[in-house]
């Protein structure tokens, strides 16, 4: 199974880039299920039922999110009626669901902790669910939404061998450690994102340099300009649920 995972969908930018673009590179690429992190859709910050749909429309199976997931209220009576996933590791009680399992696939949201937030173990959340699902799918994928690297390659080291693969958002930056762990999990720090390419991480550049200058709070909104899409293709061997192959994809827009 061919699996393409696409990296922070930032704005309209983003979701047009990827309306552009995602039909044909599922016939290109041959892939078999879609998924993208959808948390900052929505102006740049959160996602709300008219932007995950849209993603939806374009050809995605499912989305997850991150930090910002709570950014538009909106989407809290309609999470639950989406294929749209929350991290798993927030506290019980919270709207949504950790995890989905579509068409056999097992996908689940994690957060990390590190520069990010007080949330429950994302460790220890993992162990969990995996204990708790029987029996589990063959193929899970994991979006691990979160700032330190060595938090994510730490994940994907305790993971190796008990999921098809870990790959991280949140950044907006791609790295360049995809590859396959001893024991068949694809990992790669971050996939980055789809969105402007002039720009800081997504948003106007100006309007960046404001802030970070002044330490005044201020608006920030997606920039214009050429648009990068990127992702990563997983290939899963079906039978084992190990990955055999990962590779990432970018294109540009003007």
Request: net charge negative.
């Amino acid at each position: 199974m061919k699996v393409l995972v696409i990296g922070d969908v930032i704005g309209r930018p983003g979701r047009q880039a990827l309306q552009m673009l995602l039909p044909g590179l599922r016939k290109e690429l041959n892939v078999d299920m879609v998924i993208a992190n959808a948390e900052n859709t929505a102006g740049g910050i959160g996602v709300t039922p008219d932007t995950a749909r849209e993603l939806l429309g374009a050809g995605v199976d499912v989305l997850t999110s991150g930090n910002h997931i709570w950014a538009h209220k909106g989407i809290i009576p309609e999470i639950d009626n989406l294929p749209l996933v929350r991290p798993l590791n927030y506290p019980p009680g919270v709207p949504g669901r950790g995890y989905i399992i579509e068409r056999g696939v097992m996908v689940v949201n994690l957060m990390g902790r590190v520069f990010i937030g007080n949330f429950d173990c994302p460790f220890r959340a993992m162990d969990a669910l995996l204990a708790s699902i029987e029996p589990l799918p063959k193929i899970i994928i994991v979006d691990f939404h979160a700032e330190a690297t060595a938090e994510k390659i730490a994940l994907g080291r305790y993971l190796d061998g008990r999921v098809s693969a870990v790959l991280g958002t949140h950044t907006h930056v791609g790295t360049i450690d995809h590859q396959i762990f001893p024991r068949g999990t694809a990992f790669v720090s971050d996939i980055g994102m789809t969105g402007p390419v002039e720009s800081v991480i997504g948003d106007e550049i100006d309007a960046v340099l404001k802030r970070v200058i002044t330490m005044m709070p201020g608006r920030l909104s997606p920039a214009g300009g050429p648009v990068q899409f990127t992702g990563m293709l997983v290939d899963i061997d079906e039978e084992s649920g190990k990955a055999v192959a990962i590779e990432r994809i970018m294109r540009n827009v003007d």
